[in-house]
């Protein structure tokens, strides 16, 4: 090569790096079809077969036209995993697989310039052409045969007299070699074997019958072969070196005794790193490669010299890696499941080495730039003992998906790989690495992953890490209060242990991704009273496959917990023992009692499944249970249909945020959440006797349940409730470990349940099991809409709260899911809003208006004395009067100063009582000036005109109608108040006016002539 050529080969192959990256075989090429690499056929990609046929073989060049399909009276066979772990592809003379019928455009295939590699070998000596054009020529061919008359094997480019044929005699052929043939119009043909030069010519003929011939592999071929490489230019003697180690080590095949065997970390004693070889380096001639990837992951180039006779090779110890991340035990770092071997000839050096990290489970999730913890690590010790490892640490490019380290340097048989940075250890008597006291985790190290090794780390600060590892044996426990908080997986081989009220929170996105057969244990309170029912969802499951839980496998402090068919449970056995005659779930038609599904304690529970429990018996108000197995993460579909009320929970464990967990399912459930309290006073097991209600919560807000005292008030909603005294508040957008609840359902989906809607609230915050005021990461209410809790007292004493809340974004005067709310529980004495013949409990609007006249429907089966009073509020303005208006009477009850009493006959009253914001003396003079406006119609200018209108901009809607009520002008502001009926036909109308400052419509008849 002269000296211009050699300029301007290296200036090509330096621009060449900057974008992009050889990934053809050994590094040379590509594998994308923008190189000259124009065929590689290999059987580690792109085998299309049926058992043992194979039908086809693609190109892992790039170019899909010359992927190949089987054409012939039998298919070739494929031979699975026999050569070093790689696949053979047999022919038998009569098989062969072809590209399409032409070879299409010139610059896809070969003229004179060209390359070529078969690795082969074949049962015949006499007759066996391994690769070739078709239909066969004595003019023009592109062919080997390998061997043909005896020994003898012939090489072909274009027409077959000489100068065209390269023909020796060579022995041997039954086993594999490597076979690579040159040709290029200025240096004639080289043929090499195993990479020992066999035969030299100085002509070349070109090839020229694109158009009339396609591609074939096994044509009159009686044998084996597992890889061609064809590029349609010659390739340098650096690129040739570097191809023919990567074929050696790939198929443990030795190159012969004078070829440039560089790659040594192949042989068995060296550890046998055979696979995903690649290699840069300078030939003895001046030819040189400086990038390259070849089929792994690792690219090395941007040497900062290189002279002749200087290479770096790299070689894989895994064949067909599943990349994870794994603890080293000798230095307890989180390494890659596999490393690499270099071989270095000479002081290649400073190079830059990136990590294509698309095939790599990153367990600290998708590299970012706030977790810069990757490192590669060289060493000439294959275990990676600190004393003998040098560490660089990665630039992550995110929109690559690469980590690269720059000015790397190796020396000949090094190892290397990656790791993550650091990680917090608990070695079993103290920790190292962590950012909290005595190198404990802490909020801090979300970036780092946090490993028990042995015997027991306690917490005793809120921690956030990015992943968990315990190891067989050993047991992480965290302090009652204290949130445990991973951004990934958690690999569980020995116990975690969550004390008192400690959570534990999964940031990552996704499926559950947890593994190992350890035991998660975490604890939540129930009822002692035999006869309540609380509504549980276990936070665990048990079975690693299906993800379910079975309510025998609840625990108490003294273990496994026994169920009996009577009616009461026995607090005195140890465990407890707990009735299964109360075990039931739902998920049936609203309103419908019989829906309740009797379940025995032995039937797997799918994750978010609700169920009901009644209590212990023991002394005292709560029993501890303890839930054991797996802890629930990830994303979980319920299957929902429509028209029916589904009992389910919260299956994590942790708190869930209403708020997220409704919005997410706004399409399937109408957005109300509704929770059950048994109250104290509860002593029957008969439902006509049950004393409890139902808490309800949305996005507007949330109300108690309904507390009674003295007499029963039986439930009409056939889902259990009945009289005593609620003492748990209005639910919060918290939902506490294990709580069920219940929703209804709109729409056939699915319920969706995922890590995103979990969120940190301890119970004790709010003071008990359900519905709580819990407090998480921030406890300010930032939370600015108008919020009222109306109190209706019933006679004997039972009260129920009513909501209004106003949404200016989301509420509007109609049914809005996820606002408004529909009452759960109707009772004997009740009262409720009224929207679409719907009863609601919380009702939302868009924005106070002293217009307004909400309406309350009253049903008073009871005669007696019932109260009206606002028993909270949220953000009401101090000068906004509050009334209770009784059309019967025309009195208003300025229930913001005090409760209004009102003595009742039993009855249904629908439309007597309203909350208005007004008295009478402001409606009075508000009406006086509204009933004023008149209208005058002026026959010359065909006009009508408003009178007594003082503020145009006060009209909502002028509408005019037809004495048949046809709508024959309609608008929502005028500029004047004179309107022009010249198109109007003489006769009467009817206009109809509505204003901001009036909620009634006031009608006023005319007649134009």
């Not at 290296?10 to 992009?20: D, K, P, T, V």
């Not at 569980?492 to 009220?501: D, F, P």
């Not at 707990?578 to 994750?607: A, C, H, Q, V």
């Not at 309609?970 to 901001?996: M, P, R």
Request: one cysteine or more; aromatic letters at 12%; hydrophobic letters at 30%.
């Amino acid at each position: 090569m002269n000296d211009i050529k050699l300029l301007t080969a290296i200036s090509f192959c330096f621009i060449f790096n900057l974008g992009f990256s050889q990934t053809g075989p050994g590094g040379v090429g590509t594998n994308d079809g923008s190189s000259d690499l124009v065929m590689w056929y290999r059987t580690d990609n792109g085998i299309i077969s049926t058992g043992t046929d194979v039908g086809g073989w693609e190109n892992s060049a790039g170019y899909t036209e010359h992927d190949m399909s089987q054409d012939g009276a039998t298919m070739p066979q494929l031979i699975s995993s026999s050569l070093n772990g790689y696949d053979e592809i047999e022919f038998d003379n009569n098989g062969i697989l072809q590209t399409g019928k032409n070879l299409l455009e010139p610059n896809n295939f070969v003229t004179t310039d060209a390359s070529s590699f078969t690795f082969l070998k074949t049962n015949n000596t006499t007759r066996s052409r391994p690769y070739g054009t078709l239909p066969k020529s004595t003019s023009q061919r592109y062919a080997s045969h390998i061997a043909w008359n005896d020994g003898t094997v012939y090489f072909d480019t274009g027409d077959i007299s000489s100068p065209a044929r390269m023909q020796l005699s060579q022995t041997g052929y039954d086993s594999y070699s490597s076979w690579n043939f040159n040709s290029n119009s200025s240096t004639g043909r080289q043929l090499y074997r195993n990479g020992d030069l066999i035969g030299n010519l100085a002509d070349c003929s070109t090839y020229n019958a694109h158009s009339s011939q396609w591609f074939a592999l096994g044509k009159d071929f009686d044998g084996n072969m597992t890889e061609f490489i064809l590029f349609n230019k010659k390739i340098n003697a650096a690129e040739r070196i570097i191809i023919n180690n990567y074929l050696s080590a790939k198929y443990d095949t030795a190159l012969s005794a004078t070829a440039n065997d560089y790659y040594t970390q192949d042989d068995n004693a060296n550890g046998d790193f055979d696979h995903n070889v690649a290699g840069i380096g300078q030939a003895s001639d001046g030819s040189n490669h400086t990038d390259s990837q070849g089929t792994g992951i690792v690219r090395i180039n941007n040497p900062s010299n290189l002279n002749n006779d200087m290479f770096l090779f790299w070689g894989e110890e895994t064949k067909d890696p599943t990349y994870d991340f794994s603890v080293n035990t000798t230095n307890y770092t989180e390494q890659l499941n596999s490393k690499w071997r270099v071989s270095k000839r000479g002081s290649i050096d400073d190079l830059t080495v990136t990590f294509n990290l698309d095939e790599i489970i990153l367990t600290g999730g998708a590299v970012t730039s706030s977790c810069p913890d990757l490192e590669l690590i060289v060493s000439n010790d294959s275990n990676f003992l600190p004393s003998n490892t040098t560490t660089y640490s990665l630039t992550n490019d995110t929109v690559n998906n690469t980590a690269t380290a720059n000015s790397v340097n190796f020396t000949d048989s090094d190892y290397f790989t990656i790791r993550y940075a650091n990680q917090i250890v608990w070695d079993g008597s103290s920790f190292t690495g962590g950012s909290g006291a005595g190198g404990a985790p802490s909020s801090a190290d979300s970036c780092l992953k946090f490993l028990v090794l042995s015997g027991t780390a306690t917490l005793t600060e809120d921690a956030h890490v990015r992943e968990i590892e315990v190891l067989s044996g050993a047991t992480l426990a965290v302090n009652d209060g204290f949130l445990l908080e991973t951004e990934n997986r958690i690999i569980l081989n020995g116990t975690l242990n969550l004390l008192g009220e400690a959570q534990l929170i999964q940031n990552h996105t996704g499926p559950d991704v947890n593994l190992g057969s350890g035991q998660f244990t975490i604890r939540q309170q129930g009822t002692t009273n035999f006869y309540n029912y609380n509504y549980w969802c276990s936070p665990v499951n048990t079975n690693s496959t299906t993800k379910t839980w079975q309510i025998d496998e609840l625990e108490d402090t003294s273990g496994p917990i026994s169920f009996t068919t009577n009616l009461n449970a026995d607090p005195s056995t140890s465990p407890i023992t707990l009735s299964s005659r109360w075990l039931y779930e739902f998920n049936g038609t609203t309103d419908n009692y019989y829906d309740w599904n009797k379940i025995s304690e032995d039937i797997p529970l799918n994750m978010a499944d609700g169920f009901t429990l009644k209590g212990s018996g023991a002394s005292g108000t709560e029993q501890e249970y303890i839930f054991r197995g797996m802890p629930n993460n990830g994303d979980h579909t319920a299957i929902a249909f429509s028209g029916n009320d589904f009992l389910t929970g919260n299956p994590y464990p942790s708190a869930i945020d209403a708020d997220l967990f409704i919005a997410d399912n706004s399409s399937v459930i109408d957005g109300t959440l509704y929770f059950w309290e048994h109250f104290d006073t509860n002593n029957s097991h008969y439902l006509k006797d049950y004393e409890g209600g139902y808490a309800t919560y949305n996005l507007m807000m949330g109300t108690p349940a309904v507390s009674t005292a003295t007499e029963a008030q039986p439930d009409n909603s056939g889902l259990t409730s009945g009289v005593g005294s609620a003492t748990k508040p209005a639910p919060t957008k918290y939902i506490s470990v294990g709580q069920g609840f219940f929703v209804t359902i709109i729409s056939n989906g699915g319920i969706e349940f995922n890590n995103g809607q979990r969120a940190f609230a301890r119970d004790s915050d709010g003071g008990s099991i359900f519905y709580k005021t819990a407090s998480n990461k921030s406890q300010l209410n930032s939370d600015e809409r108008t919020k009222l809790w109306f109190s209706f007292t019933e006679p004997q004493n039972g009260t129920k709260i009513l909501g209004l809340g106003y949404d200016p974004t989301n509420a509007t005067y109609h049914y809005d899911n996820g606002y408004d709310a529909i009452t759960f529980d109707e009772f004997k004495n009740d009262a409720y809003w009224v929207l679409n013949d719907k009863k609601l409990v919380i009702q939302a609007l868009p924005s106070i208006n002293l217009e307004d006249q909400l309406t309350l429907t009253v049903k008073a089966t009871d005669a007696g004395i019932y109260k009206f009073a606002i028993d909270d509020s949220q953000n009401v303005p101090d000068d906004l009067d509050i009334y209770l208006k009784d059309d019967l009477t025309e009195r208003y009850y300025d229930i913001k100063s005090s409760t209004a009493e009102i003595s009742l006959s039993s009855g249904l009253y629908e439309n007597r009582f309203s909350i208005v914001f007004q008295d009478a003396q402001t409606l009075s003079n508000e009406d006086e000036a509204f009933n004023s406006i008149s209208v005058s119609y002026d026959k010359t200018n065909k006009t009508l005109t408003l009178n007594r209108i003082t503020d145009l901009k006060s009209i909502k809607s002028l509408k005019i109608y037809d004495t048949m009520g046809k709508s024959l002008l309609s608008v929502k502001s005028l500029e004047s108040n004179t309107i022009d009926l010249s198109s109007f036909s003489d006769g009467i109308y009817v206009l109809s006016l509505k204003t901001t400052d009036h909620a009634s419509e006031k009608s006023i008849k005319f007649i134009k002539y």
